[in-house]
């Protein structure tokens, strides 16, 4: 009973998490308009970077506190615990490629497209990518995790490819190819799972930063009154969605099953559509949202197996 308890209270906990990644889409097409890709995101991680060490040194303080007068309540201050540089270069490096090519994805879309919904269920693939990636790492393929590829690849055609193969944006390429790059960031993360999250991911935004910024003085103009107009959006990348949402995803994964989280966490493809209508009126067709649909059946579908593994392990 308690165990179930726990798993409820980290899946409410990622769905708020999901809540906030998915309508970061909005704000991330909201801020496309005023700033360019390397910009927006140099921006972004900065403050996300910045956020995340208010975190740890807020932490510090607080175990310094607990630790001090009396018995100790904790083992070290949390800032003696060690730094992972080395994984958060590593992550911070995929993670710019991956944001890179999310948000210029999400700009050079025509007007008049769904951008944040398409963006979001493109993005999500990267669950299925995985699952494909796990089978040449060696495990079996599952029966389930076929036809969630298969389903993947047939929403992904009625989303992307309404005319045809010239109905194939240059932002759908981006897409799938950050969806890519976000299966490498998941499996290297899970590489350094031993290490402290919150400083992991502190380091890889100052490195995203840090790319990013030599990309923009090379490539984009940089414009103050464009950073200005999309401040918004920005610190709600920053903020919410880099060092909020991460640091729910670190707390709630602690609580829910793995299988269980992912599927939570996909989510944030449906939040996507739903506020890129709300806030943008972006309206899907009636094939588009069909594709959408399988996408999400398939992100769904290919958790299924692990959830079944789990279920047995328990039981035996």
């Known amino acids: 009973m308690v165990d179930k308890i726990k798993n409820i209270k980290g899946s409410l906990i990622l769905l708020l998490a999901a809540f906030i990644w998915g309508t970061a889409f909005v704000a991330q097409t909201s801020g496309a308009d005023s700033v360019g890709t390397f910009t927006f995101n140099t921006c972004r991680s900065v403050v996300g970077a910045l956020f995340l060490l208010l975190v740890i040194v807020l932490l510090d303080s607080y175990g310094k506190r607990t630790s001090g007068g009396g018995k100790d309540t904790l083992q070290e201050p949390y800032s003696r615990t060690k730094w992972p540089v080395k994984g958060g270069v590593l992550c911070g490096i995929i993670l ?3 944001m890179s090519l999310q948000q210029y994805g999400i700009g050079i879309y025509p007007a008049g497209v769904a951008a944040s919904g398409r963006a979001g269920f493109l993005t999500a693939t990267y669950v299925v990518l995985v699952a494909i990636c796990s089978v040449w790492m060696g495990k079996k393929l599952h029966p389930l995790i076929a036809v969630s590829i298969v389903g993947c690849i047939a929403g992904m055609y009625l989303l992307c490819m309404s005319g045809g193969f010239a109905g194939i944006y240059m932002g759908d390429v981006c897409e799938f190819l950050c969806a890519v790059g976000f299966m490498c960031h998941i499996l290297t993360v899970e590489h350094f799972a031993k290490e402290d999250g919150i400083k992991l991911s502190c380091i890889q935004f100052a490195v995203c930063a840090i790319l990013s910024g030599v990309m923009m003085l090379f490539t984009e103009n940089v414009d ?17 969605s880099s060092g909020i949402a991460y640091t ?23 939040f996507s559509v739903l506020a890129g209508w709300l806030v943008l009126h972006e309206v ?31 039981k035996g």
């Open 224 to 240: 103050f009154a464009g950073i200005c107009a999309a401040g918004l959006p920005i610190l709600y990348t920053g903020v919410l």
């Open 284 to 314: 899907l067709s009636p094939r588009e949202l069909t594709g959408c649909m399988l996408v999400f059946a398939a992100v769904i579908l290919a958790q299924v197996p692990d959830m079944l593994n789990h279920s047995i392990n328990e």
């Open 96 to 98: 710019f490629v991956a």
């Open 248 to 270: 729910l995803q670190i707390i709630g994964q602690k609580y829910a099953q793995a299988s269980v989280a992912s599927i939570v966490m996909s989510l944030e493809s449906v």
